[in-house]
């Protein structure tokens, strides 16, 4: 069984920076595709970021490249994202997410390939004014 726990969020001015943790806790922290999605107030959630703990490869949406760095210290399972050059768009709850499934679909954990099995975290709010 995996748990996941976020920290991290917060509020912040545009043009600011946010870090986030995502805490894993289970087997096989390495056979999971570790990502980030988001999701605001009336809108679909969204994948962000995503990372293969297994060899680094990454994933980025289109709407966050060269701003979002996701990253994870996998000795202590946990995945981050720093966020920087945030802009009010990117106010959401952020998720963190595991899934075994994408990690045996594709190679750069896209988020896209994450599905009904994955694991979920509680969420952490960002807010940007």
């Known amino acids: 069984h995996v748990q996941l726990v976020e920290s991290g969020g917060g509020s912040v001015q545009a043009g600011g920076s946010l870090r986030l943790s995502c805490a894993f806790s289970?087997?096989?922290?390495?056979?999971?595709?570790m990502g980030w999605f988001r999701q605001a107030p009336g809108k679909e959630r969204e994948g962000v970021a995503a990372?293969?703990?297994?060899?680094?490869?990454?994933y980025y949406d289109d709407s966050v490249k060269g701003r979002f760095t996701i990253s994870q210290e996998r000795s202590k399972k946990m995945v981050h994202l720093q966020m920087d050059g945030l802009k009010p768009e990117d106010a959401a709850m952020y998720y963190c997410?595991?899934?075994?499934?994408?990690?045996?679909?594709?190679?750069?954990?896209?988020?896209?390939?994450?599905?009904?099995?994955?694991?979920w975290g509680q969420g952490t709010q960002v807010t940007v004014s």
């Open positions: 990372i293969r703990p297994n060899g680094g490869l990454t």
């Open positions: 289970g087997y096989t922290y390495s056979a999971y595709c």
């Open positions: 997410a595991a899934d075994r499934q994408a990690f045996r679909s594709t190679v750069n954990c896209d988020t896209r390939y994450f599905g009904p099995a994955a694991d």
